[in-house]
């Protein structure tokens, strides 16, 4: 064996364990036999964790380059990621389990990535190209008592390319396709040493199509263009068998255009947004365990500019800076032969600086600015979880105590057992509890309200993974219900039309997902159902059905078929049930509730591996050209094809 390959050999499986845990896996899926980090913080079977995790591979990954994170993420049971087929570069919505957007975690190579300068903190994944990833997993249910505020209904874990091999391999990619989208991207990856090195560079640029529905059929609506550049750098460098450093650096800037409303076009609206996300750490290797630090810096800025619709006087300025500075401690260590343990501390700092402005003819008011400084808070917290192994039983207990410095104190726990029969059937439960600490928009801007409380929410899980066949054939259903209360919701007086945030209502939420797979080496194929359903009840006992933009029912399948040994198949489909929407009337002034049609989408890949360096692909997405609406106002894709190739060299 090349002796360069030896000496690694041993701290690379660890670290591959601790920070990535490569999968088995062919698809969009679990399997009890799966390795995965997320639900633990530690490199875990599904067999011994009685979690709920779907992990998306690389090589699934490989199968959507033609989409975008959004898109990709929409075809995952139990998330619908609302507006991901709609004008490039629009902001989407991540609903899982039927929660909100800003109530799942999104987390870059396990560590969180927030806007501090949104109104619900959360991070719009457009800024993440599909190229520079490497796995996802979701972790579906409370992670509260591992990852804190906003982990809610789960959490969304972007694994990014990290060094595998030895000796540097890199790769070029070019695509185009409909609405003038064309894609560049370049890697370099592999290990040199004792140094591992990743490095992506991608290029996208798109006219779109225009964003706002014309409904009376001018034709002059602008098309809503976006553009992305992106970079992202990856080292591991092993200081010895024991000591490994890490770095990663995540920028990517958007700029495009936008429409100024539902039904609404603008020729002067547009945007420039940048997206940065770095972090130093350290992993020292214990005899049973290991030890990992790391400070990251997530940054997001936002300019939005709107001139008015054909130079009118309108002018309408939003510029905002979100920092975010994040540093913890996480300790995992195996007890004996029937505990391990995690435990770990963190310190968030979240500060943003604003600026908005807002005139007219006649009307021009003193812009509305928090300065760099004026707004900000910090959580500090502390976690054990505690994990029980013996023959047929698992059980997780822990709890994580969290100090904000505006909201107080939060207390979250985790009660987790399971049972495997048979190596083949995982049957679980899960009793945990969740916090989501108000934003700085919530707390400081001119609606805001600094006697805010955290939102707390109490989560109820069953089910069962069933490995029918192992490793071909596997079955699983998960049932939830998560009741939360105090709501944060926006309240204006309906007498002195004065808005603010006020914290009163409760939410209760509850569903099921069931799936189905096969898998064999020349054919996967999936079906899945998800159900969810809830209502919000208001200070004054009021109940709304208010999962607006979130369909009760949603089902699909998905097959991907190696035709040959050059030739692969994908095939994908998505049923998307009817939800309801909000529309501002402007005739009555009055907000209408739309009800949206159901719709089914069936999107078509194949892969050709011409040599063993080049590769080609092709994808159709919304085959049967199917005309529906995400967004009251808003238009979707068509039919929309992508080309492309992959070379890869030495």
């Known amino acids: 064996m090349n002796k360069v390959l030896l000496k690694l050999s041993l ?18 899926t679990r399997s009890i036999n799966e390795v995965v980090v997320t639900a633990t913080r530690s490199a875990k079977k599904l067999s011994e964790t009685g979690r709920v995790v779907t992990v998306i591979s690389a090589q699934e990954i490989a199968r959507a380059q033609g989409r975008s994170l959004p898109q990709l993420l929409n075809t995952v049971p139990g998330i619908t990621f609302s507006g991901a087929q709609n004008a490039p570069g629009l902001a989407t919505s991540v609903f899982l389990r ?10 870059i190579d396990g560590f969180p990535a927030n806007n501090a300068g949104s109104i619900d903190g959360s991070y719009d994944l457009n800024a993440f190209p599909v190229d520079q990833i490497e796995r996802i997993e979701i972790l579906k249910g409370s992670g509260s008592t591992m990852y804190g505020s906003d982990a ?19 790769n070029l990619q070019a695509s185009g396709g409909s609405y003038n989208t064309f894609r560049q991207s370049a890697g370099l990856n592999g290990k040199l040493n004792k140094t591992g090195l990743a490095i992506n560079l991608s290029n996208n640029d798109s006219k779109g ?48 255009n936008l429409p100024n409303g539902t039904f609404t076009n603008d020729e002067n609206y547009d945007y420039r ?58 300790f995992n260590y195996d007890l004996g032969r029937y505990f391990d343990i995690t435990s770990g501390g963190g310190y968030k700092y979240t500060n943003s600086s604003q600026y908005s402005l807002f005139e007219q003819a006649f009307y021009h008011p003193e812009p509305s600015v928090i300065p760099a400084g004026a707004a900000n808070n910090s959580i500090s917290s502390v976690y054990t979880s505690l994990f029980f192994k013996s023959d047929i039983f698992h059980m997780e207990v822990g709890g994580r105590y969290n100090h904000h410095s505006t909201a107080g104190n939060k207390f979250t726990y985790t009660i987790n057992p399971s049972v495997l029969l048979a190596d083949q059937l995982k049957i679980f439960g899960n009793l945990s509890s969740a916090f989501k600490a108000p934003s700085l928009y919530q707390l400081t801007s001119q609606y805001g309200n600094l006697e805010l409380k955290p939102e707390y929410t109490k989560s109820y899980e069953a089910g069962f993974d069933w490995e029918i066949v192992s490793n071909t054939l596997s079955f699983n259903t998960a049932f939830f219900k998560r009741n939360t209360s105090n709501v944060i919701y926006f309240f204006t007086d309906p007498k002195t039309f004065a808005s603010n945030y006020e914290n009163g209502s409760f939410q209760k939420d509850k569903g099921f997902e069931t799936e189905l797979k096969y898998n064999s080496k020349v054919l996967t194929a999936t079906a899945w159902y998800a159900y969810v359903t809830g209502k919000l009840t208001d200070a004054n006992g009021l109940q709304t059905n208010n999962l607006y933009r979130r369909p009760k029912n949603t089902f699909g399948a998905n097959v991907a078929l190696q035709a040959t040994k050059q ?24 907000t209408d509730i739309i009800n949206l049609k159901h719709y089914n989408l069936v999107d078509l890949h194949l892969g050709w591996a011409a040599t063993s360096k080049l590769s080609l692909f092709g994808d159709v997405n919304n085959l049967l050209d199917v005309k529906y609406t995400d967004w009251v106002g808003y238009n979707t894709m068509c039919a929309n094809f992508t080309v492309g190739a992959n070379y890869q060299f030495k």
């Open 11 to 28: 701290p690379t499986v660890l670290i591959t364990s601790l920070l990535c845990a490569e999968s088995k896996a062919q698809d969009s």
């Open 98 to 107: 039927g929660a909100s957007t800003g109530n799942t975690l999104i987390l």
């Open 152 to 170: 809610v209904a789960g959490v969304i874990n972007i694994i990014t390319k990290h060094a595998k091999t030895a000796g540097l391999k890199g």
């Open 209 to 256: 199509f225009p964003a706002a529905v014309d409904t009376l059929g001018t034709g002059t609506f602008r098309k809503t263009g976006f553009h992305q550049r992106s970079a992202s750098v990856n080292v591991d460098q092993e200081l010895s068998r024991k000591f490994i450093l890490n770095g990663n650096l995540q920028v990517s800037r958007n700029t495009g």
């Open 273 to 330: 947004n940048t997206f940065l996300f770095g972090g130093l750490g350290a992993t020292v290797l214990l005899p049973k365990g290991a030890l990992k630090l790391k400070v990251t810096q997530n940054t997001v800025k936002n300019n939005f500019e709107n001139l008015g619709p054909d130079n009118d006087s309108t002018h309408q300025v939003t510029r905002n800076i979100g920092r975010i500075t994040n540093a913890e401690a996480v």
């Open 567 to 590: 030739v692969s198949v994908g095939v994908t489909y998505k049923y998307t049930g009817e939800r309801r929407d909000t529309y501002f009337n402007p005739v009555s002034f009055k």
